[in-house]
Every structure is written in C-alpha cells, then in structure tokens.
C-alpha cells in the first residue's frame, strides 16, 4: 500500500496559520494581566517542570491546559513509558524550525565554516501532551516524572542548603543562620552581600527562605521594581523552584497581581514573567543537579 502524502499548503493558508499562532500567543501573553492567569502560569511553571520550554510556550500551555500535571511531546511519552491515548488532541505550542538560506553571492575569502548561508529562525506549530492523556505501555518500565512532594515543615531537603549557600558565595554574598525574632524569617542586604535566614526553622523552611533571599540576590531588588512588585516576583520564583525539587509549599499562597495590567503594561509584564523563568532556571540548575548527582 502505497504511503499517503501530505498535501502542501498554499502560501496563503501558510500565512493564516501564522495569524493563528500569533494571536493564540497574544491571548495567552494578555491573560498575565489577569490574577488568575497568573496564577495558572505560575502554578504550571511550577509542577511541569516547564523550564525545556520558552516562557512563550509556557503562557501557550497555561491558557490551553491549567489542570495540567506533566508535559511531553508524543514521541518523548514513548521513552517515559507511556503512549498518548486515541482520540486526544495536543496541546499546541511553537517549536523553532531553522530555515537556512543560501547566499547569492559566495564568501571572498572561503572558512573551515560554509559563510555562503544565513539561519534564519521560523517557528511551527506542534503538539505536545498531559500525562493525563497518555497510558503506560504494557512491559515498559515507567521513569518517575516528578519527585514526591515533601513539607517545608520537615528536614527531608537539608543536604539542598550546601549547594545554595555555595551558590551565594559565587555571588559574593555571606549567607548567616542565626535566631530571628518577629515575623521576619530572612533577609537580603544588597549594600553589605549578606543574606540572613532564621535558623529556628525546620530545615525545608530554611530551603525555601534561602532560595526567596537569593531571588533577591540575583537582581530582583525593590530600587528598580518597588517592593511590592519585587516581592511578588521573588515569591513566584520560590514557589516555583521548591516545587521543582519536591518540597510542598501549597500553604503558600500564589501572590495576587491583578491590577498590575489596568496601565496597559502588558509589554512590562511579559518581561517580569521572563525574568522570574530566568532567575527560576538559575537556582533550579543548582538544586536539580545537586539531586541528580546524589541519585547517581
């Protein structure tokens, strides 16, 4: 039987789905300026460890899928174990499809390299998929997706405080653990590098606080943001990254942000949002790879 081919699209209908993913991405961009997609951004982030993907594709699964637990492609399900299920439609994201041009004119002088071609970058859209759509292969071992959850009340992520407090120094702060008494548990002092944590705290709380003070380390201050913002963004960052190494932090509340958009600030947003993935990223590889190597 001979293989069905696909039919090409016209350049017309190549252009209408452009249109489409644009304004699929703008509608997904738009619903930061709500709290509630906010907060779905934040919560999806956070449990789907969504740093593979650009905070673009982020927003995209976010607005499409905020129940969403684990996200992989259809054909990466198959390495973990699983298959997508008949009937299930993908959730759709913009992947990057590098597009190389060829000079008209070739280089002067020729390279180790091929110079007579430019990469330009177009992005396409494909689907990817819930674990909730998929099912387990009969006979294929299944590969944990998400480390259990732990409280913050517990000690079970002390060994997670060396690699952060290492990680401070690099920055070229002092990290110091003494009693603190109020309703403070840390703090951040740019001017003289010191991040102080309370050490009446159970060893998880210890991680989380940390991980809040390093956020603030790492550039999200209250001079160029006020500290209401700041402190919105610092919180998100902390929620998302103890959720990437399993500690439960559900009895934190996700900060409320509505009205953040009624200036038509949309473009400032965006850029929060890509800020809080960068510095979420940046404390997720310290703390991800120091479990990956207890593991191995």
Sequence with gaps: MAAKTRRRL?????????????????????????????????????????????????????????????????????????????????????????????????????????????VRMLFKSVAVFDIAQTESIPGRPQLPLQPPREPITGDSHAHLLAPLQVFAR???????SRPLDGSANGWCDPTNQQIVINDRLPANAQVRVLVHELAHALGIGYADRGRARAEVMVDCVTYIVCAQVGLDTSGETIPYVAGWGEAGE?????????????????????LLDDQQQLAA
């Design 170 to 176: 690099e920055l070229g702060y002092a990290v110091t």
């Design 10 to 118: 016209s350049d017309e209908e190549r252009a209408q789905r452009r249109a489409q993913d644009r304004d699929r991405l703008q509608q997904a961009a738009e619903r930061l300026l709500t709290s509630e997609g906010w907060q779905q951004w934040v919560r999806v982030r956070g449990r789907n460890g969504l740093r593979r993907y650009s905070v673009g594709n982020q927003l995209l699964i976010a607005m499409q899928a905020p129940d969403a637990t684990f996200i992989v492609g259809f054909h990466a399900w198959k390495d973990l174990g699983r298959r997508v299920c008949k009937g299930e439609h993908g959730i759709r994201i913009l992947a990057p499809m590098p597009l190389i041009e060829r000079n008209e004119e070739p280089a002067p002088e020729p390279s180790g390299e091929d110079s007579g071609s430019n």
């Design 266 to 286: 949309l473009d400032a947003i965006q850029q929060d949002a890509s800020t809080i993935d960068d510095v979420a990223r940046r404390l997720e590889a310290v």
